[in-house]
């Protein structure tokens, strides 16, 4: 038996593997647990680990990897036309294996423990925010039931509630007095949160040279820069910058037909947090783009002169994304000059 390509579907506990040859011919089918699955790529000659892109997959990734095998991460999105039949873990491992036969599959590049990291922080934090937010919505709703009209932002909640806790002519019922001091506490708490995952991820930098470079492109500081590494890495899956702005979905979506192009919106594929972080990187830049006189702020001048302001924005997040990629891949720090090009 010799196995050129291994499809895996991955579960939590058991996973089904299909291996083809180098005809695409099936040759082996196997249910194994996740510890005889690392087993037996430890025993399996060196050939191509497939598997999609999914919870687990990075670790496996990196683990085929280090015993020499090919490991590629495909998304599901580009697998599921090679199903055959109906849904089966057997016949996922197969279009898996089948998938990863083809040249021009895209494939996703496999996250380092370090990317994960800083990935599991951006994104407790931005729970924290949303549980803060959700909390904050709920006091609000509650106090207005019974007249007690907060004004919008969290700041003004903030300044709010204590004197609000304190009347003892509002009209608030006891236990609903009571429910009101339980969520300010929560708010409290998840302030403290925010504010402690804040500092961890600023301080990245420090230890992380990728991210210390990002940082010296304008409008990105330490959220964008770590949320960039733990993104893409160093950047190099991608052949030239305008592939990760595409891949944000900074970049026009295309419907061309009959040799007649036709642009529209952006495309607002991928990683929707990141880019919404370099829009308002950009928009910070914007708003200070009349102190200086480099070439990128010239160039930031003439769009604004030319398109409203958000399409400007996006003009400069998208440069900004190819920014960094070339400070990613080439290991240097920003310059300006070579920015405005």
Request: proline share 3%; glycine share 10%; no cysteine.
């Given at each position: 038996m010799s196995i050129a390509t291994l499809g895996i579907d991955l579960g939590k506990t058991s996973m089904h593997v299909v291996g083809l040859d180098a005809s695409g011919k099936p040759v082996h089918r196997k249910k194994l647990t996740r510890t005889a699955l690392i087993r037996f790529l430890s025993n399996l000659a060196p050939c191509r680990v497939a598997m999609e892109s999914c919870a687990g997959s990075h670790d496996i990734a990196r683990k085929a990897d280090a015993m020499g095998h090919d490991a590629v991460l495909l998304p599901a999105q580009f697998v599921r036309p090679y199903t055959k039949g109906q849904k089966n873990d057997n016949s996922d491992a197969e279009a898996i294996a089948e998938a990863a036969t083809r040249p021009t599959m895209p494939t996703v590049s496999i996250k380092d423990a370090t990317q994960q990291e800083i990935q599991f922080l951006h994104r407790t934090r931005q729970g924290w925010i949303k549980q803060r937010t959700e909390t904050a919505n709920r006091v609000r709703a509650m106090l207005l039931e019974f007249g007690i009209v907060v004004p919008q932002r969290i700041l003004n909640l903030r300044r709010a509630l204590p004197g609000i806790l304190e009347d003892a002519e509002n009209g608030l019922p006891d236990g609903v007095r009571q429910l009101v001091g339980d969520h300010w506490q929560q708010l409290?708490?998840?302030?403290?949160?925010?504010?402690?995952?804040?500092?961890?991820?600023?301080?990245?930098?420090?230890?992380?040279?990728?991210?210390?470079?990002?940082?010296?492109?304008?409008?990105?500081?330490?959220?964008?820069?770590?949320?960039?590494?733990?993104?893409?890495?160093?950047?190099?899956?991608?052949?030239?910058?305008?592939?990760?702005?595409?891949?944000?979905?900074?970049?026009?979506?295309?419907?061309?037909?009959?040799?007649?192009?036709?642009?529209?919106?952006?495309?607002?594929?991928?990683?929707?947090?990141?880019?919404?972080?370099?829009?308002?990187?950009?928009?910070?830049?914007?708003?200070?783009?009349?102190?200086?006189?480099?070439?990128?702020?010239?160039?930031?001048?003439?769009?604004?002169?030319?398109?409203?302001?958000?399409?400007?924005?996006?003009?400069?997040?998208?440069?900004?994304?190819?920014?960094?990629?070339?400070?990613?891949?080439?290991?240097?720090?920003?310059?300006?000059?070579?920015?405005?090009?």
């Open positions: 409290q708490e998840l302030d403290d949160k925010v504010a402690d995952i804040t500092q961890r991820v600023e301080r990245i930098p420090v230890r992380d040279a990728r991210a210390a470079r990002l940082m010296s492109i304008p409008g990105i500081g330490p959220m964008i820069a770590t949320a960039m590494v733990a993104a893409v890495g160093d950047g190099t899956q991608f052949t030239q910058g305008r592939g990760l702005s595409a891949w944000l979905g900074l970049v026009p979506q295309q419907f061309t037909t009959g040799g007649r192009p036709r642009l529209l919106g952006i495309s607002k594929r991928g990683n929707r947090y990141l880019r919404t972080l370099l829009i308002h990187g950009a928009r910070a830049v914007l708003q200070q783009a009349h102190r200086g006189d480099d070439a990128l702020r010239r160039w930031i001048q003439q769009v604004n002169g030319r398109v409203h302001r958000n399409k400007a924005a996006v003009a400069l997040a998208n440069k900004l994304a190819r920014v960094a990629w070339a400070v990613l891949t080439r290991g240097e720090t920003f310059r300006a000059s070579a920015a405005a090009a």
